[in-house]
């Protein structure tokens, strides 16, 4: 049978066994009118404060919205909150929009307004966090001995609003809530503390998990040295529709958002798969490698130790060349290199080992049209020409005999296996 996957701006289609397991996420309905809810829920939170008794004539608000990495509807998101906003009194001349970068890359002027809107670009104060512009960041506190330190324009402001979306994360359990401030605006040395090879290489360091999760902990003990007034997490369908809204305090608002997405994301298989087809959710989750490793994360969940993933990733960014992690993955000399826990965190060694681990358990085929099969080579993967034969070829090298799964949504769907 032929089943399509996500794969850059649209779908490219797969020849699988007729007898593999698809799993999709659950394709809930986007809302009738997400602007309504939207204002209904900053209005009537699930915790917390309402927005109203937040925010008064001239109070210096800032609003964090997640990167160009991210499907985030911030076109549906950002107008109805702005508008409210501005009735309460805090307009273009109190309100600044902070990018939440992380250490990703800055967007470009026309990426910043395909991301928020035209409009939103020609009223509103933009900037876009540095995680290495040490001037722009302040100490609020330290956790476990290392220091936190925030965007200014974080700090500085009296109200602080986050907005993000949940889905679950391979290494923090779920997106949204607290990420939006680490490492959505931290510093460097912040960020690589929460990355921590000793944290990232726990085993409860993955989907789904939050409390014995040592990502998420120092994550959200981190925010709560100076946590948002306010924040806005969205659940959002294939088509990146918003299907819910959770506004409130933390951690109550997105402890609800990761129970919705969680009853309505999650599969179970009875046993391991030998062939695991995974895309990473197209564009703009694809745009790089670097981020193509969370699809490959998700296969690895089912997919037997010795297995084989046939990855569908477009890579449009490449691997990427900014940020270390290209450099990385090539100068290792063998895949058990990228998981040495005694390697000295730096920017990007998170991705590094995750991507490693993956490989300590499945050889992984890449079928990517933004990459050169020498870079797929070097990254220590196979490069495809042909999802479809190279599934064929995996089977038949098998005896004709396989079990095989397809993730056509990649990290958008997470499977147990029950064995």
Not at 37 to 64: F, I, N, S
Not at 156 to 178: K, L
Not at 363 to 389: I, N, W
Request: hydrophobic share 45%; aromatic share 4%.
């Amino acid at each position: 049978m032929r089943v399509e996957l996500s794969y850059g701006a649209g779908r490219v289609g797969v020849e699988v066994p007729d007898g593999a397991v698809v799993l999709r996420p659950s394709d809930l309905a986007g809302l009738a009118d997400p602007a309504g809810a939207l204002t209904e829920a900053l209005a009537r939170p699930h915790t917390g404060r309402p927005l109203a008794d937040l925010v008064a004539r001239g109070t210096k608000v800032v609003v964090v919205f997640p990167d160009i990495t991210r499907p985030m509807p911030n076109r549906t998101v950002l107008p109805p909150l702005l508008g409210q906003l501005e009735r309460l009194g805090a307009g273009p001349d109190e309100v600044v929009l902070l990018c939440s970068t992380g250490t990703h890359r800055a967007a470009t002027p026309a990426e910043m307004e395909a991301l928020i809107g035209p409009e939103i670009v020609a009223r509103y104060a933009v900037y876009q966090h540095d995680a290495t512009a040490s001037g722009d960041h302040v100490e609020v506190g330290a956790v476990d001995g290392a220091a936190v330190l925030l965007d200014r324009r974080y700090v500085e402001a009296e109200v602080r609003i986050v907005t993000g979306f949940v889905e679950p994360h391979f290494f923090a359990g779920f997106s949204g809530g607290p990420k939006a401030v680490c490492p959505g605006v931290s510093a460097l040395e912040t960020i690589l503390e929460a990355h921590s090879p000793a944290r990232i290489l726990d085993p409860s360091a993955t989907w789904l998990e939050l409390d014995a999760n040592p990502v998420h902990r120092f994550i959200s003990r981190a925010t709560d040295l100076l946590a948002p007034d306010l924040s806005l997490d969205v659940a959002i369908n294939g088509s990146r529709q918003v299907t819910a809204v959770f506004v409130g305090s933390l951690p109550g608002a997105h402890r609800q958002a990761c129970d919705f997405v969680r009853r309505n994301a999650v599969h179970s298989l009875p046993d391991a798969c030998d062939v695991v087809v995974s895309s990473n959710a197209g564009l703009p989750l694809d745009r790089n490698l670097y981020q193509s490793v969370k699809g490959m994360a998700a296969a690895e969940r089912v997919v037997r130790p010795g297995g084989d993933i046939v990855m569908l990733a477009s890579c449009v960014d490449g691997l990427p060349n900014e940020g270390a992690f290209a450099g990385l993955v090539t100068a290792a000399p063998s895949i058990s290199a990228l998981t040495d826990p005694h390697v000295v965190a730096s920017l990007d060694t998170w991705q590094a080992q995750i991507l490693g681990r993956v490989l300590t358990r499945a050889s992984v085929h890449l079928y990517s049209e933004g990459l050169t099969a020498d870079q797929v080579r070097a990254v220590h993967l196979r490069p495809v020409d042909d999802p479809s034969a190279c599934v064929a070829e995996l089977v038949a090298a098998r005896g004709g005999v396989a079990k095989v799964c397809v993730l056509p949504e990649g990290p958008l769907t997470v499977a147990t296996v029950a064995s």
